[in-house]
Every structure is written in structure tokens, then in C-alpha cells.
């Protein structure tokens, strides 16, 4: 991939999701040298990284983990033949970076909670995760503002990239992001779907789902009690 076509792909990325570039730093992976299965990630402000799949460059990582690089939003990709996959990866990753400045790291700790319930509900079963991870919120809207950036700057591949089984779910969608605002009532009622799975991973706890929710998301735990009532 050239690299002004992916430093072009990245700037109309950052102006689509409403994210001053300022805040961010992008590392560029050789995919012939280092492989991800995700293509893109991002990486939140503060955290320090590791040496992984998703960031599997120590070069770059000690760049990354910098004093000047680790308080901004960190985005990994890996270039494709593509340029509207490459737009499309780059736009979903930056939503998450709009999703971090709108709510700070408490709507993610409802992410990592989601995750540990959806391990309950399909750990093991291959080809499972990924249908029940596109389906959380936060990804859900990521997703749909990849599709709403393809539809403005790359329509004429939507068609063959809804066939694509790796990329399908960047294209897939013919509205928009909710309203952000409405992103912690959603993960919390998307959890409550699994209802069952989140007594069962409290169980050797000493502290119930609701609380440990709202440790997580201050208010998230009011909200998961509202949602018991009804029943």
C-alpha cells in the first residue's frame, strides 16, 4: 500500500469520526513480516502495551509506550491491497477513540465485562466470537460508522466487501452510529441479554453483577437494577 494513500485514508478517517489528530499516534505494521488477525486496533490512551498479536513490533512498541506517545490514541494497522478496507479499519478504530473521549476508560470496563459474560455464554466454540463480539454496542457503532465512511468515500466497493467474509462487518450497515450518548444504556441492556451468564461468573465473588457494574460504570448499576424490576 502506498503510503500517501494510506496517510490520505487516515486523515479523511480522523475528520469523519470528529478526532483531532493531535490526540492520536498510527503505527504502520509490514504485513509481510508481522501478522495480525484483526487488521487495525487501537489502544487507549495511558495503557501501557505489550508485545502481542495486535502490537507485535518492539521497535514501534517502545514508541509507543513513550512518554510523548502513551497518553494519546494509539492505532495499529496493517496495510491491505484495499484502499476502502484500509479507510474502512482505520474509521472503526477511531470511533473507539471518539466512544474513549466522550466516556473515558468506565464505557471499556463495560466492554471487558460483556466479554468475560460472552466467554460464558460461547468459550470454546470456534467461529462463535466474533458473532456475539460485532454485536456489542461499541462495536456495533464502530462498525456502522466504518459502513456510513465507505458509503461517503468508497461506495462503489460496498457490494463486494458485504461478500466478504473478513471484512463484511466494516460494510454491512445502511444507518450510522446511534446517538453516542445512548452508548452506556446500550452495553448495559446488551449485557442484561445474558442474564444467566452474569450471576454465573459472580458466583465466586464476594460482591453481585449489579455492583461490580457499577464499579465499572458509575450509575451502570442502578440502571442493571431498573432492568430487574421489570421481570
Same mark, same amino acid.
Request: charged share 25%; proline share 6%.
Given at each position: 500500500?502506498?503510503?500517501? #494513500? =494510506?496517510?490520505?485514508?487516515?486523515?479523511?478517517?480522523?475528520?469523519?469520526?470528529?478526532?483531532?489528530?493531535?490526540?492520536?499516534?498510527?503505527?504502520?505494521?509490514?504485513?509481510?513480516?508481522?501478522?495480525?488477525?484483526?487488521?487495525?486496533?487501537?489502544?487507549?490512551?495511558?495503557?501501557? =502495551?505489550?508485545? /502481542?498479536? %495486535?502490537?507485535?513490533?518492539?521497535?514501534?512498541?517502545?514508541?509507543?509506550?513513550?512518554?510523548?506517545?502513551?497518553?494519546?490514541?494509539? #492505532?495499529?494497522?496493517? !496495510?491491505?491491497?484495499?484502499?476502502?478496507?484500509?479507510?474502512?479499519?482505520?474509521? %472503526?478504530?477511531?470511533? %473507539?477513540?471518539?466512544?474513549? &473521549?466522550?466516556?473515558? !476508560?468506565?464505557?471499556?470496563?463495560?466492554?471487558?465485562?460483556?466479554?468475560? #459474560?460472552?466467554?460464558?455464554?460461547?468459550?470454546?466454540?470456534?467461529?462463535?466470537?466474533?458473532?456475539?463480539?460485532?454485536?456489542?454496542?461499541?462495536?456495533? &457503532?464502530?462498525?456502522? @460508522?466504518?459502513?456510513?465512511?465507505?458509503?461517503?468515500? %468508497?461506495?462503489? /466497493?460496498?457490494?463486494? =466487501?458485504?461478500?466478504?467474509?473478513?471484512?463484511?462487518? =466494516?460494510?454491512?450497515?445502511?444507518?450510522? !452510529?446511534?446517538?453516542?450518548? /445512548?452508548?452506556?444504556?446500550?452495553?448495559?441492556?446488551?449485557?442484561?441479554?445474558?442474564?444467566?451468564?452474569? #450471576?454465573?461468573?459472580?458466583?465466586?465473588?464476594?460482591?453481585?453483577?449489579?455492583? @461490580?457494574?457499577? /464499579?465499572?460504570?458509575?450509575?451502570?448499576?442502578?440502571?442493571?437494577?431498573?432492568?430487574?424490576?421489570?421481570?
Amino acid at each position: 500500500m502506498d503510503q500517501e #494513500v =494510506l496517510d490520505k485514508q487516515w486523515e479523511l478517517a480522523l475528520a469523519d469520526a470528529g478526532v483531532d489528530g493531535e490526540t492520536c499516534r498510527r503505527y504502520d505494521f509490514n504485513p509481510r513480516e508481522v501478522k495480525s488477525p484483526l487488521g487495525a486496533a487501537w489502544f487507549p490512551p495511558g495503557e501501557v =502495551l505489550e508485545l /502481542t498479536d %495486535h502490537f507485535p513490533d518492539g521497535d514501534l512498541l517502545e514508541d509507543a509506550n513513550s512518554p510523548e506517545s502513551r497518553g494519546l490514541h494509539r #492505532v495499529a494497522v496493517w !496495510p491491505d491491497r484495499r484502499e476502502s478496507v484500509i479507510g474502512a479499519r482505520l474509521r %472503526h478504530e477511531l470511533e %473507539h477513540a471518539a466512544q474513549w &473521549d466522550r466516556f473515558g !476508560p468506565g464505557i471499556f470496563r463495560l466492554y471487558d465485562l460483556a466479554y468475560s #459474560v460472552l466467554a460464558v455464554r460461547a468459550a470454546g466454540l470456534d467461529g462463535c466470537a466474533s458473532m456475539y463480539i460485532n454485536a456489542v454496542p461499541i462495536e456495533q &457503532d464502530a462498525n456502522a @460508522a466504518s459502513a456510513m465512511f465507505l458509503r461517503r468515500y %468508497h461506495p462503489d /466497493t460496498i457490494a463486494d =466487501l458485504c461478500l466478504d467474509a473478513g471484512s463484511r462487518q =466494516l460494510a454491512c450497515s445502511l444507518m450510522g !452510529p446511534e446517538r453516542i450518548e /445512548t452508548l452506556p444504556a446500550r452495553m448495559i441492556a446488551y449485557i442484561w441479554l445474558f442474564r444467566a451468564c452474569c #450471576v454465573g461468573i459472580m458466583e465466586e465473588e464476594e460482591q453481585s453483577f449489579d455492583q @461490580a457494574l457499577e /464499579t465499572a460504570y458509575p450509575g451502570a448499576g442502578a440502571y442493571w437494577r431498573r432492568l430487574d424490576a421489570e421481570l
